[in-house]
């Protein structure tokens, strides 16, 4: 057993043998982790709700939408399954779903629907064998933009990286370990991660402003007061970190904070509708590729049956569009409805919700990107100082990056280092 499990209050002079600050999947796995090793802890969050980037709201108060995180990516590797499977979520197997396209207009016949997957397959192929060539290589330069296909895959990149394609590094998509599983949840991805998290032991509202950790224990400056710690396991996302809003004392180190900005966060956000039970035709695809002029979208129609259709913005343009408001995202996404269901489908559309991850000032922004030019910046981000801070968080996995499991398990694994010690970099 390691010093801090059998830490009890009589045996130290903080407050606390270890404090988690953020309770999204990051924090509540650290969390979990930290019961199951028997560790005295205390999670802390700004917010008056756990989940952070895991959110899911209700439309017309009953139909269960994501705003954050949707699928259960990597499935078979992906912890949150077990937990479904536990506490009672249903999920569908996407080798289920019924896909198809929509372009110039038209539908599209199966085989060339198909040629839109085989096309991204090929880019993928090229950003490999580019990363083999050059680790600093934007993954645009494997998109061909000759081809008719190039601006659905432009969109596709930038839902997976929340940044556009010249602005992630070729490692990112080398590193990922895809598994081709992507699992959406019926009651909410983000339901699923706050009842996970329902017994942790979160302090909600309590905002940490300053990290003293010049001594050989943590003083931390919060909106409730101080708290102190032997060790500290930071979460919030690289949005957060960048901004300054958290004042460390010593500064981080030079190669954290490079790393910190090497890891910006991008956009991305959801835009639904509630619509009529039977707006759409019974035999309407549930999903389907939309491709008019310069505008790409995945469209979802009535997920699990659910008389709703939703679809997603990435990059620079779900930047530009939280920033125009809900009304701009609204026409944007009833544009499309009907220009394939034709304009009867606008009356038939009721509620309409939007997330706006960008400004939200505990997040700012959707998930991470490594920068083209640089390299391994998310295993300097993870390394820990002086074995007190850890750092865990989407941005610090390096297989399963920009994902809620990937956080949740990143969580796990800061909470082994610090019973297990890990080489550190040590900073005075
Ligand atoms: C639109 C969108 C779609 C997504 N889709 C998917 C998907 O389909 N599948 C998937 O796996 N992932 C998806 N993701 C990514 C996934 O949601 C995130 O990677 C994951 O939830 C991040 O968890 P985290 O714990 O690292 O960070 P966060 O969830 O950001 O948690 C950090 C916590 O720290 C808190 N905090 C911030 N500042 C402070 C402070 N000063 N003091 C105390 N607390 C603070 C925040 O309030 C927050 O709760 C999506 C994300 C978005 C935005």
Known sequence: MSNIQGNTSQTRNTDYPLVIIGAGAAGLGASE???????DHLVLEASHRIGGRGLTEYLEGTIPVDLGCHWMHCASKNPYVKWADKLGFEYQKDSDFNYTAFSGGKWLEKDQAHQIWNFIAQCNSNIIA????SRESAIADGVDVESEWAPYAYYWYSLMHSNDVDQVSVQDLFDFDETHEDWPVKQGYGALIEKQGQNCPVQLNT?????????????????KGIITADKL???VSTGVLASGEIEFYPELPESKQNAIYSLPLGNSNYQFFSVEKDAFDPGTPEMMKYIEDDI??????????????????GGRFAWWLEKQGTEASRSYFEKALVSVFGSNIRSRCREFKVSAWGYD???RGAYSSQKPGSVDQRKILKTPLNEMLYFAGEATSLDFLNTAHGAFISG??????VVNGVESIQFK
């Open 33 to 39: 982790k930290a019961k199951q090793e028997k560790i």
């Open 130 to 133: 580019l990363y083999t060539e």
């Open 207 to 223: 905002q940490v402003s300053k990290i003293d950790w010049s001594s050989n224990s943590v003083k931390l400056t919060t909106n």
């Open 233 to 235: 396991i930071i979460t």
């Open 296 to 313: 790409s979208m995945l469209i979802h129609i009535q997920p699990f049956g659910a008389p709703c259709a939703y679809t997603s913005t």
């Open 361 to 363: 000032p505990l997040i």
């Open 412 to 417: 796990q694994r800061a909470v082994e280092e």
